[in-house]
């Protein structure tokens, strides 16, 4: 059996300023919908990814900026870091982490450690290598993105 993500939803407080800043991150606009006052869904979808955004009125009760740790995937952080700067989105600068590579989240602007010792250093992996390079960004709600730069997948991926 395959099970595929492709579609989360995000609390947020203003659907028109969620969509105006999805559009300025890049995503691609796939429907804006209102069925009444108290509905309308917006459906974002990455570029390159299978897996979409949808947020709106009536979606869901969960409080605007409270998902956390949603990641995107990026061949190049430095590339991906300049262009989400040049569409004026506000990101963190690029960092590791001491102990190698690591999951991250994302809390509030800034990243969460599962352990002792973890933690982030600025600038990019010392080998460079995948899964190791990390940027975060925010929504205007604060739900939190992780970008994490994986150049050669694992074999078991």
């Known amino acids: 059996m395959n099970l595929n993500i492709e579609l989360l939803v995000l609390p947020v407080s ?69 262009e989400l700067v040049a569409r004026g989105v506000q990101v963190s600068e690029i960092f590791h982490d001491a102990g190698g590579l690591l999951h991250h989240g994302h809390d509030g602007g800034d990243t969460v450690h599962n352990g002792p010792g973890q933690e982030r250093l600025a600038g990019l992996h010392r080998e460079r290598a995948s899964y190791g390079s990390y940027l975060t960004f925010s929504d205007p709600d604060g739900n939190g993105w992780v970008l994490q730069e994986v150049k050669q997948r694992l074999a078991s991926r």
């Open 14 to 82: 203003d659907v028109d300023r969620a969509k105006a800043f999805y559009e300025m991150v890049g995503f691609r606009l796939d429907v804006d919908y209102t069925a009444n006052e108290e509905f309308r869904v917006v459906h974002f979808t990455p570029p390159g990814s299978e897996c979409s955004i949808i947020f709106g009125d009536g979606m869901t009760t969960a409080a605007p900026g409270s998902t956390q740790g949603l990641y995107l995937i990026v061949s190049d952080i430095e590339q991906a870091h300049a």
